[in-house]
Protein backbone atom coordinates (compact mmCIF):
# COMPACT_ATOMS: atom_id res chain seq x y z
CA UNK A 1 0.00 0.00 0.00
CA UNK A 2 1.39 3.61 -0.73
CA UNK A 3 0.03 6.66 1.43
CA UNK A 4 1.44 10.38 1.94
CA UNK A 5 1.18 12.50 4.65
CA UNK A 6 0.46 16.07 3.34
CA UNK A 7 1.51 19.05 5.50
CA UNK A 8 1.44 22.70 4.93
CA UNK A 9 4.43 25.49 6.14
CA UNK A 10 1.71 27.58 7.45
CA UNK A 11 -2.08 27.80 7.73
CA UNK A 12 -3.93 28.67 5.15
CA UNK A 13 -1.63 27.84 2.39
CA UNK A 14 -4.47 25.71 0.94
CA UNK A 15 -3.51 21.84 2.18
CA UNK A 16 -7.14 20.87 2.39
CA UNK A 17 -8.44 21.99 -0.93
CA UNK A 18 -4.73 20.67 -2.26
CA UNK A 19 -5.71 17.31 -0.63
CA UNK A 20 -9.23 17.16 -2.31
CA UNK A 21 -7.77 17.48 -5.63
CA UNK A 22 -4.92 15.01 -4.45
CA UNK A 23 -7.48 12.50 -3.28
CA UNK A 24 -9.39 12.69 -6.39
CA UNK A 25 -6.31 12.08 -8.41
CA UNK A 26 -5.42 8.85 -6.77
CA UNK A 27 -8.90 7.79 -6.97
CA UNK A 28 -8.10 7.69 -10.54
CA UNK A 29 -5.22 5.66 -9.87
CA UNK A 30 -5.58 3.40 -7.01
CA UNK A 31 -8.67 1.13 -6.65
CA UNK A 32 -9.58 1.92 -2.96
CA UNK A 33 -8.09 5.13 -1.06
CA UNK A 34 -8.75 6.24 2.31
CA UNK A 35 -8.47 9.28 3.90
CA UNK A 36 -7.41 10.39 7.57
CA UNK A 37 -6.57 13.00 9.72
CA UNK A 38 -4.61 11.88 12.40
CA UNK A 39 -5.08 14.88 14.96
CA UNK A 40 -7.80 16.97 14.18
CA UNK A 41 -8.64 20.91 15.95
CA UNK A 42 -11.84 21.55 14.97
CA UNK A 43 -14.38 18.64 15.39
CA UNK A 44 -17.65 18.43 14.93
CA UNK A 45 -19.97 15.78 16.79
CA UNK A 46 -21.13 13.05 15.00
CA UNK A 47 -23.28 10.18 16.64
CA UNK A 48 -21.45 11.48 20.19
CA UNK A 49 -18.35 10.92 18.70
CA UNK A 50 -15.41 14.10 18.22
CA UNK A 51 -14.59 13.93 14.55
CA UNK A 52 -12.26 16.41 13.04
CA UNK A 53 -14.22 18.84 10.29
CA UNK A 54 -12.25 17.89 7.32
CA UNK A 55 -12.00 14.15 8.35
CA UNK A 56 -16.45 14.94 7.38
CA UNK A 57 -15.89 16.85 4.51
CA UNK A 58 -13.92 14.47 2.92
CA UNK A 59 -16.20 11.43 4.09
CA UNK A 60 -19.24 13.53 1.88
CA UNK A 61 -17.71 14.63 -1.02
CA UNK A 62 -16.60 11.17 -1.74
CA UNK A 63 -19.56 9.06 0.06
CA UNK A 64 -16.67 7.33 1.83
CA UNK A 65 -17.86 4.11 4.49
CA UNK A 66 -15.08 4.12 6.64
CA UNK A 67 -16.05 4.70 10.15
CA UNK A 68 -15.47 8.33 11.40
CA UNK A 69 -13.78 7.06 13.99
CA UNK A 70 -11.03 5.22 12.09
CA UNK A 71 -10.94 8.72 9.90
CA UNK A 72 -10.28 10.86 12.62
CA UNK A 73 -8.78 8.94 15.79
CA UNK A 74 -7.75 12.11 17.46
CA UNK A 75 -9.98 15.12 17.96
CA UNK A 76 -8.46 17.67 20.14
CA UNK A 77 -11.44 19.43 22.46
CA UNK A 78 -10.78 22.81 24.14
CA UNK A 79 -8.67 22.56 27.38
CA UNK A 80 -7.02 19.43 26.29
CA UNK A 81 -4.07 21.12 26.04
CA UNK A 82 -3.76 22.09 29.34
CA UNK A 83 -4.85 18.80 30.81
CA UNK A 84 -2.35 16.65 28.71
CA UNK A 85 0.22 18.62 30.23
CA UNK A 86 -0.94 17.90 33.88
CA UNK A 87 -1.72 14.11 32.94
CA UNK A 88 -1.54 13.19 29.52
CA UNK A 89 -0.07 10.01 28.50
CA UNK A 90 1.66 9.69 25.14
CA UNK A 91 1.05 5.97 25.18
CA UNK A 92 -2.54 6.29 25.44
CA UNK A 93 -3.04 8.51 21.69
CA UNK A 94 -0.38 6.66 20.21
CA UNK A 95 -2.52 3.51 20.85
CA UNK A 96 -5.92 5.46 19.28
CA UNK A 97 -3.86 6.49 16.68
CA UNK A 98 -2.26 2.99 15.61
CA UNK A 99 -5.49 1.70 16.03
CA UNK A 100 -7.41 3.39 13.84
CA UNK A 101 -4.58 3.18 11.26
CA UNK A 102 -4.78 -0.78 11.15
CA UNK A 103 -8.45 -0.29 10.59
CA UNK A 104 -8.28 1.93 8.10
CA UNK A 105 -5.95 0.80 5.62
CA UNK A 106 -6.71 -3.25 5.98
CA UNK A 107 -8.50 -3.07 2.55
CA UNK A 108 -6.91 0.24 0.67
CA UNK A 109 -4.66 0.10 -1.86
CA UNK A 110 -3.71 3.94 -0.77
CA UNK A 111 -3.74 6.71 2.00
CA UNK A 112 -3.59 10.34 1.90
CA UNK A 113 -2.99 11.69 5.84
CA UNK A 114 -3.58 15.29 5.96
CA UNK A 115 -2.25 17.12 9.08
CA UNK A 116 -2.58 19.79 11.11
CA UNK A 117 -0.98 23.16 9.76
CA UNK A 118 3.31 22.99 9.41
CA UNK A 119 5.61 20.22 11.01
CA UNK A 120 5.28 21.51 14.51
CA UNK A 121 1.43 21.85 15.53
CA UNK A 122 0.43 19.56 17.79
CA UNK A 123 4.38 19.15 19.69
CA UNK A 124 2.71 20.20 23.36
CA UNK A 125 0.64 16.72 23.12
CA UNK A 126 3.62 14.94 21.29
CA UNK A 127 1.89 14.01 18.24
CA UNK A 128 3.05 16.95 16.17
CA UNK A 129 3.06 16.40 11.96
CA UNK A 130 6.47 14.80 12.04
CA UNK A 131 6.11 12.48 15.25
CA UNK A 132 2.65 11.02 13.31
CA UNK A 133 4.55 11.18 10.08
CA UNK A 134 7.23 9.16 11.83
CA UNK A 135 5.29 6.78 13.82
CA UNK A 136 2.70 5.85 10.85
CA UNK A 137 6.24 5.20 8.52
CA UNK A 138 4.85 7.78 5.87
CA UNK A 139 6.63 10.51 3.67
CA UNK A 140 5.61 13.87 3.62
CA UNK A 141 4.30 16.33 0.73
CA UNK A 142 4.61 19.92 1.67
CA UNK A 143 1.96 22.63 0.23
CA UNK A 144 4.18 26.17 0.49
CA UNK A 145 2.87 29.68 -0.86
CA UNK A 146 4.25 30.70 -3.81
CA UNK A 147 6.84 33.37 -3.71
CA UNK A 148 10.90 32.69 -3.71
CA UNK A 149 12.62 33.42 -0.52
CA UNK A 150 10.16 33.26 2.32
CA UNK A 151 8.58 30.30 0.39
CA UNK A 152 11.94 28.32 0.27
CA UNK A 153 12.90 29.30 3.63
CA UNK A 154 9.90 28.14 5.18
CA UNK A 155 10.13 24.95 3.29
CA UNK A 156 13.48 24.48 4.97
CA UNK A 157 12.63 25.13 8.54
CA UNK A 158 9.95 22.40 8.13
CA UNK A 159 12.05 19.79 6.67
CA UNK A 160 14.42 20.35 9.60
CA UNK A 161 11.82 19.28 11.90
CA UNK A 162 11.10 16.69 9.70
CA UNK A 163 14.64 15.56 9.71
CA UNK A 164 14.72 15.53 12.72
CA UNK A 165 12.31 12.53 13.58
CA UNK A 166 13.83 10.80 10.44
CA UNK A 167 10.90 11.40 8.38
CA UNK A 168 11.45 11.69 4.16
CA UNK A 169 10.07 14.88 2.67
CA UNK A 170 8.86 13.13 -0.45
CA UNK A 171 8.74 17.05 -2.67
CA UNK A 172 6.50 20.03 -2.36
CA UNK A 173 3.75 21.53 -4.20
CA UNK A 174 3.70 25.58 -4.69
CA UNK A 175 0.15 26.92 -4.25
CA UNK A 176 -1.39 30.30 -4.94
CA UNK A 177 1.08 31.42 -7.50
CA UNK A 178 0.01 35.01 -8.75
CA UNK A 179 -1.15 33.91 -12.47
CA UNK A 180 1.14 37.38 -13.53
CA UNK A 181 4.30 35.93 -11.43
CA UNK A 182 3.13 32.63 -12.35
CA UNK A 183 5.91 32.02 -15.59
CA UNK A 184 9.08 34.06 -13.66
CA UNK A 185 8.32 32.19 -10.21
CA UNK A 186 7.90 28.86 -11.65
CA UNK A 187 11.31 27.88 -12.93
CA UNK A 188 12.82 29.53 -10.38
CA UNK A 189 11.66 28.12 -7.42
CA UNK A 190 11.83 24.83 -8.62
CA UNK A 191 15.63 25.52 -9.57
CA UNK A 192 16.29 27.24 -5.82
CA UNK A 193 14.68 24.07 -4.03
CA UNK A 194 16.21 21.66 -6.36
CA UNK A 195 19.50 22.88 -5.93
CA UNK A 196 18.47 22.00 -1.59
CA UNK A 197 17.58 18.19 -2.86
CA UNK A 198 13.65 19.16 -2.90
CA UNK A 199 11.67 18.25 -5.56
CA UNK A 200 9.09 20.33 -6.81
CA UNK A 201 5.74 18.25 -8.21
CA UNK A 202 4.23 21.14 -9.50
CA UNK A 203 2.76 24.78 -9.15
CA UNK A 204 -0.75 26.39 -9.05
CA UNK A 205 -2.12 29.43 -10.00
CA UNK A 206 -3.45 31.54 -7.74
CA UNK A 207 -7.57 31.47 -8.32
CA UNK A 208 -9.49 34.04 -6.87
CA UNK A 209 -13.03 32.21 -6.73
CA UNK A 210 -11.11 29.51 -4.45
CA UNK A 211 -10.00 31.95 -1.59
CA UNK A 212 -13.58 33.43 -1.39
CA UNK A 213 -16.23 32.94 1.41
CA UNK A 214 -19.52 31.65 0.20
CA UNK A 215 -22.64 32.33 2.22
CA UNK A 216 -22.76 28.85 3.98
CA UNK A 217 -18.78 29.10 4.78
CA UNK A 218 -19.90 32.36 6.53
CA UNK A 219 -23.23 31.94 8.17
CA UNK A 220 -21.36 28.84 10.20
CA UNK A 221 -18.60 30.92 11.55
CA UNK A 222 -21.12 33.83 12.77
CA UNK A 223 -23.17 31.00 14.22
CA UNK A 224 -25.99 33.05 13.92
CA UNK A 225 -29.98 32.50 13.04
CA UNK A 226 -30.26 30.88 9.50
CA UNK A 227 -33.88 33.02 8.64
CA UNK A 228 -33.71 31.60 5.07
CA UNK A 229 -31.33 28.84 3.76
CA UNK A 230 -31.24 29.18 0.06
CA UNK A 231 -28.22 29.73 -2.23
CA UNK A 232 -25.95 29.28 -0.01
CA UNK A 233 -23.32 28.15 -2.45
CA UNK A 234 -23.57 32.19 -3.45
CA UNK A 235 -19.81 33.64 -3.12
CA UNK A 236 -19.11 37.00 -1.56
CA UNK A 237 -16.88 39.49 -2.98
CA UNK A 238 -17.66 42.38 -0.69
CA UNK A 239 -19.46 43.21 2.50
CA UNK A 240 -22.11 46.30 2.64
CA UNK A 241 -22.51 47.50 6.29
CA UNK A 242 -26.11 49.47 5.92
CA UNK A 243 -25.49 52.67 7.79
CA UNK A 244 -25.76 54.85 4.90
CA UNK A 245 -29.09 56.32 3.27
CA UNK A 246 -30.56 54.08 0.79
CA UNK A 247 -29.10 56.46 -2.68
CA UNK A 248 -25.27 55.91 -1.61
CA UNK A 249 -26.14 52.05 -0.46
CA UNK A 250 -27.05 51.63 -3.95
CA UNK A 251 -23.74 52.84 -5.56
CA UNK A 252 -21.91 51.18 -2.63
CA UNK A 253 -23.63 47.46 -3.41
CA UNK A 254 -21.30 45.39 -6.51
CA UNK A 255 -22.10 42.02 -7.57
CA UNK A 256 -21.91 39.59 -4.75
CA UNK A 257 -22.66 41.76 -2.25
CA UNK A 258 -22.98 40.97 1.39
CA UNK A 259 -25.58 42.87 2.87
CA UNK A 260 -24.80 43.57 6.88
CA UNK A 261 -27.75 45.93 8.04
CA UNK A 262 -29.62 45.91 11.35
CA UNK A 263 -33.33 45.40 10.95
CA UNK A 264 -34.62 48.53 11.68
CA UNK A 265 -32.80 50.07 8.29
CA UNK A 266 -36.04 49.11 6.51
CA UNK A 267 -35.73 51.96 3.96
CA UNK A 268 -32.18 50.63 2.59
CA UNK A 269 -33.38 46.89 2.77
CA UNK A 270 -36.50 47.75 0.93
CA UNK A 271 -34.44 50.18 -1.83
CA UNK A 272 -32.06 47.02 -2.25
CA UNK A 273 -34.38 44.64 -2.86
CA UNK A 274 -36.44 46.90 -5.26
CA UNK A 275 -33.64 47.63 -7.13
CA UNK A 276 -32.80 43.66 -7.47
CA UNK A 277 -36.84 43.03 -8.08
CA UNK A 278 -36.78 45.60 -11.23
CA UNK A 279 -33.04 45.47 -12.74
CA UNK A 280 -32.80 41.12 -13.88
CA UNK A 281 -28.81 42.61 -14.28
CA UNK A 282 -28.91 43.01 -10.51
CA UNK A 283 -29.69 39.47 -9.96
CA UNK A 284 -26.09 38.34 -8.52
CA UNK A 285 -25.97 41.72 -6.59
CA UNK A 286 -26.99 40.73 -3.52
CA UNK A 287 -25.57 37.06 -2.38
CA UNK A 288 -26.79 37.48 1.37
CA UNK A 289 -27.96 39.68 3.93
CA UNK A 290 -27.08 39.79 7.93
CA UNK A 291 -29.25 41.09 10.25
CA UNK A 292 -27.61 42.43 13.28
CA UNK A 293 -27.97 43.92 16.73
CA UNK A 294 -30.45 40.53 17.42
CA UNK A 295 -33.49 42.42 15.63
CA UNK A 296 -35.61 40.72 13.53
CA UNK A 297 -36.96 42.68 10.56
CA UNK A 298 -40.35 43.65 9.79
CA UNK A 299 -42.48 40.74 8.71
CA UNK A 300 -43.37 42.16 5.28
CA UNK A 301 -39.94 42.88 4.40
CA UNK A 302 -38.97 39.41 5.25
CA UNK A 303 -41.49 37.97 3.00
CA UNK A 304 -40.01 40.46 0.40
CA UNK A 305 -36.50 38.99 0.84
CA UNK A 306 -38.48 35.60 0.65
CA UNK A 307 -39.74 36.66 -2.74
CA UNK A 308 -36.82 37.57 -4.02
CA UNK A 309 -35.02 34.36 -2.17
CA UNK A 310 -31.82 36.06 -1.04
CA UNK A 311 -30.19 33.71 1.99
CA UNK A 312 -30.50 35.73 5.19
CA UNK A 313 -29.12 35.42 8.86
CA UNK A 314 -29.65 37.04 12.47
CA UNK A 315 -26.75 37.88 14.63
CA UNK A 316 -26.77 39.26 18.03
CA UNK A 317 -23.58 41.43 17.40
CA UNK A 318 -23.46 44.98 15.65
CA UNK A 319 -23.05 45.77 12.20
CA UNK A 320 -19.24 46.45 12.99
CA UNK A 321 -18.38 43.71 14.64
CA UNK A 322 -19.57 41.41 12.24
CA UNK A 323 -18.29 42.57 9.51
CA UNK A 324 -14.79 42.47 11.12
CA UNK A 325 -15.16 39.12 11.85
CA UNK A 326 -15.65 38.14 8.60
CA UNK A 327 -12.75 39.85 7.70
CA UNK A 328 -10.54 37.84 9.34
CA UNK A 329 -12.28 34.76 8.70
CA UNK A 330 -10.24 31.44 7.62
CA UNK A 331 -11.97 30.57 3.88
CA UNK A 332 -12.46 27.01 4.59
CA UNK A 333 -13.95 24.92 2.08
CA UNK A 334 -17.79 22.79 2.64
CA UNK A 335 -18.72 20.04 1.21
CA UNK A 336 -21.56 22.08 -0.82
CA UNK A 337 -18.84 24.07 -2.38
CA UNK A 338 -18.55 21.98 -5.47
CA UNK A 339 -17.23 24.60 -7.79
CA UNK A 340 -14.59 24.76 -5.91
CA UNK A 341 -13.89 21.57 -5.31
CA UNK A 342 -14.20 20.79 -8.57
CA UNK A 343 -12.11 23.88 -10.05
CA UNK A 344 -9.49 22.27 -7.49
CA UNK A 345 -9.67 18.67 -8.93
CA UNK A 346 -8.75 20.28 -12.07
CA UNK A 347 -5.99 22.37 -11.10
CA UNK A 348 -4.15 19.80 -9.58
CA UNK A 349 -4.41 17.39 -12.39
CA UNK A 350 -3.39 20.10 -14.58
CA UNK A 351 -0.65 21.30 -12.74
CA UNK A 352 0.99 18.65 -10.75
CA UNK A 353 2.36 15.55 -11.72
CA UNK A 354 0.47 13.31 -9.76
CA UNK A 355 2.54 9.88 -11.67
CA UNK A 356 5.76 11.81 -10.35
CA UNK A 357 4.65 12.26 -7.11
CA UNK A 358 3.14 8.55 -6.91
CA UNK A 359 6.71 6.90 -7.98
CA UNK A 360 8.54 9.34 -5.24
CA UNK A 361 6.27 7.33 -2.26
Not at 220 to 244: F, R, T, W, Y
Not at 284 to 308: A, C, E, W, Y
Amino acid sequence: MKKVFIAATRQNDGKTMTSLGLFNAFRKRFKNVGYMKPVGQQYRIIDGNKIDKDAVLFKKVFKLEDHPLYMSPIAVPKGFTEEYIQNGKRDDLVKDLKFAYEALVKDKDFLLLEGTGHAGVGSVFDMSNADVAQLLETKVVLVSLGGLGRAIDEIMLNKAVFDKYGVELAGVIINKVKPEKYDKITPLIKKGLERLGIKVFGSIPYVEMLTKPTINSIFNSLKGEVILDSHLANPVDHCVIGDMVPHDALNSIEDHSLLIVPANREGLIMAVLAGTLIDDDAKDRISGIIFTSGRRPHQKVLNMIKKVDIPMALVQEDSFSVATEINRMLVKVHASESQKISKMQELIEEYVDIDDLVASL
